[in-house]
Structure formats: structure tokens, C-alpha cells
């Protein structure tokens, strides 16, 4: 059934949750010890959200390949062709996937043994001969049987971002990279700013043991690996029902076949196994202790529920305990039932827990079989609530209750927002001597106001002295230009050692992204 939002807000008020601020944690960047030397495949955040100029729709937002340097070259950041990338849709709260998108890839590499260039020329569009390194993508939507059907076949992925001198307009390639979903809806491939901030000096004894490291946002001027979805609600609630199954829960993995390696060349055998997996943005990372995190990985959420060390790290969480030995902040009583409801079961009075109202849980959903569900650890969206007017930072915290727990926006300081979760902020309110946070508040780049919305990546180096990139009249993507003589040396010296390539290369066309009815 829908939530009343009038009664959600007064019960989350009368629960404390409403209004302050938090404190820090981390995302789920190189969060496990295997997938730390895999990050091609390696989930870093997952967003899901109404779309704000599309309320009709929702769109999903998953990122791979953490911390990527804007000028990681020659090879910079490609998508694993040997792996299949997935996001999930639980509809009737089993924790079994529902719906599951997928993305394949494909690669066609130009440059052979004439270069080592990724481009040897200015970049305009997708199908520019100068791009010598491409890769396109198959999305299909696989149904809770294994049925699949394809979506797109030859999709266009747009590249990274090279530079300025390269790609003079980030922009356009990436529009053109954003193509038609058969049914409504938009897809789109490629690079983009990382649109997580925090401060991860958490891990340094949690700000340094004096909240005195604090005000830096680590991952500005870094990209990622982005893929984001748009799709019509009716297409992801149970039984197409918007109305009566408003309720999603949504996580996404990342899949790997076996490596063979040989001299000179790597080989995918064998079947394909999990290796990445992400839900809520802090439960690999400070919940789930180092010796589980791998298996967390590789496992489904209808799962998590049989591995009792597993739920009892939210009943008994470790990060309340390091807040009171370093701060002197009692961590609240156990067991910790006020966690399960937001990290196992959704918020919801029929979970029985101390959080008193129905907001994000499969449970609310009027289809659903309560004799079925099974708690898991999901990100749950509530897609009948709607478009706050003004997104506030601190989501269900802040009074908005379109915003992290339920479902997560581009906008929320989801770190924030969770320690004082983990601190007990759902039942006994704010923590006054935390609510500074990590003093990173926002993204170093402002969000696009339509899809995919998020910021353009970056072209200008992490380590330069002045920072995050600033974008090119224009809307190049980020970061000035170089010195004129410098850039006409640096253009010649490129066309000097990529010579040959101008005449190797083949004269072949990117194949248009194709509809799949």
C-alpha cells in the first residue's frame, strides 16, 4: 500500500529522526581485500531516486573503478569485457532478484602495433576516426525466471576523458552516448565525476582522534566508471502496481569469469562467478569486519540472513564502539534493532523494531507475502514519495523523505547521515558533539539538472595545486586549457609520434547504438 507521507513525517519526527546533522563513514571504494586489485569491476556507489524533472520515472545510478586519475594513460579506465555488470530490482522483498539489468561489453581497439595513442586527434564525436579506442555495450532485463530480453545491442560507451586538447567537448560526446530504452527510459555509458564526497581521513583513528581532520572532500577531481538507467516506475513495482507495490529494493554486482593467463595473453574460463556487490553506501565498508567482506561480496542478499556473524555486526556494530573509546561518546545499547530496520528490513512498523513508522520496507508493499521475506541488505526506495522541491543534504535526518535512507540521491551526505544512524540517531536523536560531520558537504562539481545528472568528468590532474578541475568555456568536461606554445608543442609532438597511426588506421565507423523491441 502507498505510505502517508503526513504520517511517515510526524512518526519520524516523534522518532527523532528529523532534523541536525552527522558525522562520517565511507563509501564502498576498494572496500574488500580481493576486489581492491580488480577495480575495473569494483562497485564503488549505487543511487537510486525519482527522477527530479521526470517524476514518472526513476533512475538507477551504479559506478565502477574507483579513484581514477584524469590522466591515467595511455590505456586509462575500459570496462572488463570478461565480466558482466548487474543492477537488481527486489519487488517482493525475498531478497531474490526480480528484474536484473545487465551490461556487456565489447571492445575495438584500433591501435595495434602502429601506437600507443588512445586517440591521435582531436575527439568531436563517438564515431570519430581519431578515437582508436572504443567499446560499445548489450543492456538486457532478465526476469526472476532467467528470461531475458535485450534492450540495446551495439550501445555506445563515451570514452574517458583524455584531456582538454582531445576532447574539447566532454558534453557532446556524452549526449550522444545517452540513447532510447524500449518501453521509455534512457541509458547511459561512460565516464563521469565521482559524485561521492566525504573526507576519508575517518580511517586515520576517525578525524585524526580530535575531529581535527576534517573540510576535505578526498575523492575531488577523480572519475568513474558510471552507468545510469532511467526506467517508468511501473516497470519495476510488483505487479507493475505503483500504487499498491511502491516499495523497491535495489543492489548492484559485478560478475567475473575465471582468468587464464599465458605468455602474452589472458584467457576467461570457466563459469561466471560474483565479485563485487553493493547496496547501502556503508556496510561492506564500516560494518561488515575484514574477514567477512570477500564473502559479502560473492553472495546474494537472500543470503544474509544464514550467516549469523553477518547480522550480528549491525546488532552489534564496531564504529559506535570506536566513536566511545576515542571520544568518550557512550555507544548505544545492543541489540541493535533500529540497524536491522535500516540496513536488514527496510523501515517499517511490521518489522516490529523501535523505529515507529512505514517508509522504505517490501512490507508496505499490499502484495507482498510477509511469509516470504526475508531481511536482507538492500537500498530500499519508496517511489510514491515525491520530489522534494529542495533536496536537504541530510535526507530522512533533514525532514526529506525522499532522500537517503530512502533510496539515495546524487545531493545526500549519506556519511553523515549514517554514523548518527550507527551513533542511534533513529530513536534517541541527534548526537550533539558529532553533528559538525566531516565538514564535506557537498560534491566539488554541481549536478546536471537532467539525465544522467551527474557532473561531467574531470581533465585536469588531482595533484595540481589549485585543485579540482574548472570547466573550459564551453563545456568542454573540465579543467583549462594548457599555455598556447605548450599546447601547440604538446599537439605536434602527438601527431609526430602517432604518424603512423594516420596511416594504419582503419576507416571502419562506430556502430550506432540499435533499440531491441
Not at 47 to 57: H, I
Not at 138 to 163: M, R
Request: aromatic residues 6%.
Amino acid at each position: 500500500m502507498a505510505v502517508s507521507l503526513i504520517a511517515v513525517g510526524s512518526t519520524l519526527l516523534a522518532a527523532g529522526l528529523l532534523g541536525g546533522s552527522g558525522s562520517a563513514g565511507a563509501s564502498s571504494h576498494r572496500e574488500a581485500p580481493l576486489i581492491a586489485d580488480d577495480p575495473a569491476v569494483d562497485n564503488t556507489d549505487l543511487y537510486a531516486f525519482v527522477s527530479p524533472d521526470r517524476s514518472d520515472t526513476v533512475t538507477l545510478v551504479a559506478n565502477w573503478s574507483p579513484f581514477q586519475e584524469p590522466h591515467g594513460g595511455p590505456n586509462f579506465y575500459p570496462w572488463a569485457t570478461d565480466a558482466r555488470y548487474d543492477i537488481n530490482i527486489d519487488n517482493d522483498g525475498d531478497g531474490c532478484a526480480d528484474l536484473t539489468y545487465r551490461w556487456t561489453f565489447r571492445t575495438e581497439d584500433r591501435r595495434g602495433n602502429s601506437t600507443f595513442l588512445y586517440n591521435n586527434g582531436q575527439v568531436t564525436s563517438l564515431d570519430d576516426e581519431n578515437l582508436l579506442f572504443r567499446q560499445t555495450y548489450t543492456l538486457e532485463v532478465i526476469d526472476k525466471y532467467g528470461k531475458g530480453k535485450k534492450l540495446i545491442q551495439s550501445g555506445p560507451v563515451a570514452p574517458s576523458n583524455v584531456g582538454p586538447a582531445s576532447m574539447p567537448d566532454y558534453g557532446a560526446l556524452r549526449s550522444q552516448a545517452t540513447v532510447d530504452v524500449p518501453g521509455g527510459g534512457k541509458s547511459y555509458v561512460g565516464q563521469a565525476d565521482d559524485p561521492f564526497f566525504l573526507d576519508l581521513r575517518v580511517f586515520d583513528l576517525l578525524y585524526g582522534g580530535d575531529l581535527s581532520e576534517v573540510g576535505q572532500d578526498t575523492l575531488a577531481g577523480y572519475n568513474v566508471n558510471t552507468i545510469a538507467l532511467q526506467v517508468p516506475k511501473s516497470q519495476l513495482a510488483l505487479k507493475g502496481d505503483t500504487d499498491r507495490n511502491p516499495v523497491i529494493g535495489v543492489w548492484s554486482d559485478t560478475e567475473r569469469r575465471t582468468l587464464q593467463l599465458m605468455p602474452g595473453q589472458e584467457r576467461p574460463v570457466g563459469p561466471y562467478v560474483q565479485v563485487s556487490r553493493l547496496g547501502n553506501p556503508l556496510v561492506n565498508e564500516v560494518v561488515v569486519p575484514a574477514g567477512l567482506k570477500d564473502r559479502f561480496n560473492a553472495i546474494t542478499p537472500d543470503q544474509d540472513a544464514n550467516i549469523p556473524e553477518l547480522v550480528q555486526r549491525v546488532t552489534d556494530p564496531e564504529v559506535p564502539k570506536l566513536v566511545e573509546a576515542i571520544y568518550g561518546i557512550p555507544a548505544p545499547a545492543t541489540p541493535r534493532n533500529d540497524l536491522v530496520e535500516i540496513f536488514l528490513t527496510g523501515i517499517t512498523t511490521k518489522a516490529g523494531g523501535p523505529i515507529q513508522a512505514d517508509l522504505n520496507s517490501q512490507l508496505n508493499n499490499a502484495d507482498v507475502n510477509p511469509d516470504r521475506f526475508r531481511p536482507s541488505e538492500q537500498l530500499r526506495l519508496n517511489m510514491s514519495v515525491p520530489v522534494a522541491a529542495q533536496a536537504n543534504r541530510l535526507g530522512v535526518l533533514g525532514g526529506d523523505l525522499q532522500g537517503f535512507p530512502n533510496g539515495r540521491r546524487l545531493t545526500d551526505d549519506v556519511l553523515d547521515i549514517g554514523v548518527q544512524a550507527l551513533e542511534g540517531a533513529a530513536v534517541s536523536g541527534i548526537v550533539p558533539a558529532l553533528a559538525a560531520g566531516d565538514k564535506a558537504d557537498a560534491n566539488d562539481r554541481a549536478f546536471d539538472a537532467t539525465f544522467p545528472y551527474l557532473a561531467l568528468p574531470h581533465n585536469t590532474a588531482v595533484n595540481t595545486s589549485s585543485g579540482a578541475a574548472v570547466p573550459p568555456a564551453g563545456g568542454g568536461g573540465g579543467g583549462g586549457g594548457l599555455p598556447p606554445g605548450l599546447l601547440l608543442n604538446s599537439l605536434l609532438a602527438a601527431l609526430l609520434i602517432g604518424s603512423g597511426a594516420w596511416l594504419l588506421r582503419g576507416r571502419s565507423q562506430l556502430i550506432p547504438a540499435r533499440a531491441v523491441a
